[in-house]
């Protein structure tokens, strides 16, 4: 249901000129993935809490996070396998995909695959949702 802004001009400096991403595009869903360790350092808190972030150190960037939350509403709710959600924790967390087949005993191909089908899952349940919020067009002429 969210949506993430690219940055165009004057990358992190704060100046806001935006491009519309939404996480109805698989390419979007990959990159946020894929990138969420650069991005979002209050995930590996998240994930394996030690009180750190608690400290107020690390920056706040609203976009992006409102967005992480989104998508991790989404990734709760479409029912990947554990493979698949094995995969996705991992690319979050900053693993390369050869790294992730080599954990996991695996071709990097199958794991690529188990990848492909999470993101292919997490655009559905996106657009599902969608759909409650606006209803398909009917033609009734």
């Known amino acids: 249901m969210g949506h993430v802004v690219k940055e165009l001009k004057n ?4 100046c806001h000129e935006y491009d519309y991403m939404p996480l109805s595009d698989p390419f979007v869903v990959r990159k946020l993935i894929k990138y969420r360790s650069k991005v ?3 995930y590996y808190e998240k994930k394996y809490p030690s009180g750190l972030a608690s400290s107020g150190d690390m920056e706040f ?12 509403v989404l990734i709760e709710t479409c029912k990947l ?3 698949q959600r094995a995969v996705l924790d991992m690319l979050m967390l900053g693993y390369s995909e050869r790294d992730i087949a080599d954990r996991m005993h ?3 191909q199958t794991c690529r695959a188990h990848y492909d ?3 292919s899952k997490i655009v559905q349940e996106n657009n599902r949702r969608w759909e409650k919020v ?3 067009k ?3 002429s």
């Open 117 to 119: 089908r999470a993101v």
């Open 134 to 136: 606006i209803p398909p």
């Open 106 to 108: 695996v071709l990097p």
């Open 138 to 140: 009917t033609n009734n």
């Open 11 to 14: 990358e992190g400096l704060g």
């Open 81 to 83: 396998s554990k493979m």
């Open 61 to 72: 960037k609203e976009p992006i996070f409102v967005t992480y939350v989104d998508l991790d």
């Open 40 to 42: 979002d350092p209050y």
